[in-house]
């Protein structure tokens, strides 16, 4: 595929975006962590709020599948060859993070869990209701969304395609509330499916918008005062825990916000600091750190049980346990993850990019 460079505008801001929404949640589950320590400080809504980054990266991955989608005038890619590369981005380096679970376990430093094969068969393809991994959950997400979208790619159309997958989502909502209460009924009925189609729309009017060479109306600082206001929801909606807030409010006090934040990065360009240039390299590395950061969060899970360390205030000690898990997601990344997916690539067979180009061309995302 060629990429024009305007193609390239508000790639860097989704990179730096995606780094900004795994630290987020780095965050939130240390600060949950911490809450076991005498030495606890952290307010519930500070807690909560880092779960929100969940949400960004859902927008941010309707708009990107859009985008790497429809951008090409010689029409989509078939719903196979889309598939394929989208599963062996997900599934390579998750099978070596539930393989690192199990191997604990087996060692047992997880002696409270139990994994019967069901549970990890169904975790290992990513069905609802079967966790190896804490994180996962959202994987789960991720699969059901490509699936549904990749089926619409028949049509070969960006409009027919954004409808399709939009009612597909809604039509399925509808049947998981009429199922009977089985974990795949709840995920179904779930509307967290509906930050995917978010992005889907932002990235159809993205490049409507774009194609008709207008300059991008949301400004990067409308990002700041969007995450504000995601920041400190959890002050003003219930929520039962710190895990995150109930699903339907959280739609609108954190769905809607994403949708903000994605579209006031899309004009930000090449990185000019040493900070911008690092956190184009963290969102190139948010996969890896968003998964293994839950094995150090097992470590510091383990040390809040240690008296001394309980006792210490916790504010250094966050800091110190984010910092290691920010580390250990970049080595991941570059020593395990490229590597293991550059592996997989050139293993697997070889698959035509596109399908036969179309009579009429389909909307670019940019120029």
Same mark, same amino acid.
């Given at each position: 595929?060629?990429?024009?460079?305007?193609?390239?505008?508000?790639?860097?801001?989704?990179?730096?975006?995606?780094?900004?929404?795994?630290?987020?949640?780095? !965050?939130?589950?240390? &600060?949950?962590?911490?809450?076991?320590?005498?030495?606890?400080?952290?307010?519930?809504?500070?807690?909560?709020?880092?779960?929100?980054?969940?949400?960004?990266?859902?927008?941010?991955?309707?708009? %990107?599948?859009?985008?790497?989608?429809?951008?090409?005038?010689?029409?989509? $890619?078939?719903?196979?060859?889309?598939?394929?590369?989208?599963?062996?981005?997900?599934? =390579?380096?998750?099978?070596?993070?539930?393989?690192? !679970?199990?191997?604990?376990?087996?060692?047992?430093?997880?002696?409270?869990?139990?994994?019967?094969?069901?549970? %990890?068969?169904?975790?290992?393809?990513?069905?609802?209701?079967?966790?190896?991994?804490?994180?996962?959950?959202?994987?789960?997400?991720?699969?059901?969304?490509?699936?549904?979208?990749?089926?619409?790619?028949?049509?070969?159309?960006?409009? &027919?395609?954004?409808?399709?997958?939009?009612?597909?989502?809604?039509?399925?909502? #509808?049947?998981?509330?009429?199922?009977?209460?089985?974990?795949?009924?709840k995920f179904?009925?779930?509307?967290?499916?509906?930050?995917?189609?978010?992005?889907?729309?932002?990235?159809?009017?993205?490049?409507?918008?774009?194609?008709?060479?207008?300059?991008?109306? #949301?400004?990067?600082?409308?990002?700041?005062?969007?995450?504000?206001?995601?920041?400190?929801? $959890?002050?003003?909606?219930?929520?039962?825990?710190?895990?995150?807030? =109930?699903e339907l409010?959280?739609?609108?006090?954190?769905?809607?916000?994403?949708?903000?934040?994605?579209?006031?990065?899309?004009?930000?360009?090449?990185?000019?600091t040493a900070?911008?240039?690092?956190?184009?390299?963290?969102?190139?590395?948010?996969?890896? &750190?968003?998964?293994?950061?839950?094995?150090?969060?097992?470590?510091?899970?383990?040390?809040?049980?240690? =008296?001394?360390?309980?006792?210490?205030?916790?504010?250094?000690?966050?800091?110190?346990? #984010?910092?290691?898990?920010?580390?250990?997601?970049?080595?991941?990344?570059?020593?395990?993850?490229?590597? &293991?997916?550059?592996?997989?690539?050139?293993?697997?067979?070889?698959?035509?990019?596109?399908?036969? =180009?179309?009579?009429?061309?389909?909307?670019?995302?940019?120029?």
């Amino acid at each position: 595929m060629t990429i024009k460079q305007s193609d390239h505008v508000e790639l860097y801001g989704i990179q730096m975006l995606r780094a900004i929404a795994a630290l987020a949640v780095v !965050v939130h589950h240390t &600060l949950e962590e911490s809450g076991g320590a005498i030495g606890k400080f952290s307010p519930d809504w500070l807690t909560t709020s880092g779960a929100s980054g969940v949400d960004i990266f859902f927008v941010i991955s309707g708009f %990107i599948m859009f985008h790497v989608t429809f951008r090409d005038r010689r029409g989509p $890619p078939t719903p196979g060859t889309f598939l394929f590369r989208r599963a062996t981005r997900i599934y =390579p380096f998750y099978w070596l993070c539930c393989l690192a !679970v199990l191997t604990i376990s087996a060692m047992g430093f997880l002696a409270s869990n139990h994994y019967p094969a069901r549970t %990890i068969a169904g975790a290992l393809i990513l069905l609802p209701g079967n966790a190896l991994l804490g994180t996962a959950w959202t994987l789960v997400f991720e699969m059901y969304f490509y699936l549904l979208f990749a089926a619409t790619l028949w049509a070969r159309s960006a409009t &027919l395609s954004v409808i399709a997958t939009i009612a597909a989502i809604l039509c399925l909502q #509808v049947a998981g509330s009429l199922m009977p209460a089985t974990a795949t009924a709840k995920f179904l009925a779930s509307p967290l499916s509906l930050e995917f189609c978010f992005g889907l729309v932002l990235g159809y009017g993205y490049a409507a918008w774009t194609r008709r060479e207008r300059a991008w109306p #949301v400004p990067p600082v409308m990002a700041l005062v969007a995450m504000a206001v995601m920041a400190v929801v $959890p002050l003003f909606v219930a929520h039962d825990a710190t895990t995150s807030l =109930p699903e339907l409010p959280r739609i609108a006090a954190w769905g809607l916000p994403a949708v903000v934040v994605v579209a006031s990065v899309l004009t930000i360009g090449a990185p000019r600091t040493a900070v911008a240039r690092f956190l184009v390299l963290l969102g190139d590395a948010s996969y890896a &750190l968003y998964l293994t950061h839950a094995f150090v969060m097992m470590g510091y899970g383990w040390l809040v049980k240690i =008296p001394a360390v309980s006792r210490l205030p916790q504010q250094p000690v966050v800091i110190l346990i #984010v910092i290691i898990a920010i580390i250990i997601g970049l080595l991941a990344h570059l020593l395990v993850e490229k590597p &293991l997916l550059g592996l997989v690539r050139r293993l697997t067979p070889a698959r035509p990019a596109r399908a036969a =180009p179309v009579d009429q061309p389909l909307p670019e995302v940019a120029g």
